[in-house]
């Protein structure tokens, strides 16, 4: 070390240990790293109640010291696909980065519980290739159910034509055929929903 003023050496050392340096990752690597967490991929109308659900499964979780994250559109949205609209294409760039992201992170042991509507089959199936260990939640509940609801007053808005391309209105939803939990949210309350998918967990080794 030289003093800026004097320019006289005031220290003097060795590095003798820089350090661990992680090894660079590969794609094919990130998806092989083994823990037991999977990504319960939550699809369904707006108002459908995938939120609802995927808060109280995280709660029970939370409750059972399970590291989880929680990966929803609306936030989604908000935070990182600020350059995303809802024409379809865009909707498939939005379901592409959030399965990349979820996938890291429950090849890292997290669980996942991502909540998107994503309506469209295709991308879907590519949601699933994409995750190690994909369980496909159909929160389904008529459209008039979710219309009814309309906490956001989105309904409304695309009911006047106001709102493009807006899911189950003027844009197409899906059906998932055969998903791995199906839940009917006009029938079943969020508790029971929550109840079920961790069941289903419980079942399949995933609580461990
Ligand atoms: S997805 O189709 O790309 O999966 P995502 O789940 O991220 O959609 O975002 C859906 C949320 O965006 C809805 O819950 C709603 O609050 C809001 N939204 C705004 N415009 C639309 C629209 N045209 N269609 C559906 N949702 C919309």
């Excluded at 995938?50 to 995280?58: F, G, N, P, Q, R």
């Excluded at 008529?142 to 899911?167: H, I, M, Q, W």
């Excluded at 055969?178 to 079942?203: F, G, M």
């Amino acid at each position: 070390m030289i003093d800026e003023l004097s320019k006289n050496t005031v220290a003097a050392g060795i590095i003798l240990d820089k350090g661990k340096i992680p090894p660079k990752k590969s794609e094919k690597e990130i998806k092989t790293v083994n823990k037991s967490a999977a990504v319960l991929w939550f699809t369904g109308l707006s108002g459908s109640g995938k939120s609802a659900i995927a808060d109280e499964v995280y709660k029970i979780l939370y409750n059972r010291n399970i590291d989880s994250e929680r990966l929803d559109g609306d936030i989604f949205r908000k935070k990182m696909n600020r350059d995303l609209g809802f024409s379809p294409s865009d909707r498939n760039i939005n379901i592409e980065r959030a399965s990349y992201i979820a996938n890291i992170l429950s090849c890292h042991g997290v669980m996942v519980l991502a909540t998107f509507i994503s309506p469209y089959k295709k991308s879907r199936q590519i949601a699933r290739r994409n995750i190690k260990n994909f369980i496909e939640i159909f929160v389904d509940a008529p459209l008039s159910v979710c219309e009814s609801r309309d906490a956001k007053g989105l309904y409304k808005k695309a009911r006047k034509n106001k709102l493009k391309f807006f899911t189950g209105i003027s844009d197409k939803y899906e059906t998932p055929n055969q998903p791995n939990i199906h839940l009917k949210t006009d029938r079943l309350t969020v508790k029971k929903c929550a109840n079920k998918i961790i069941d289903y967990l419980d079942k399949k080794g995933l609580l461990k």
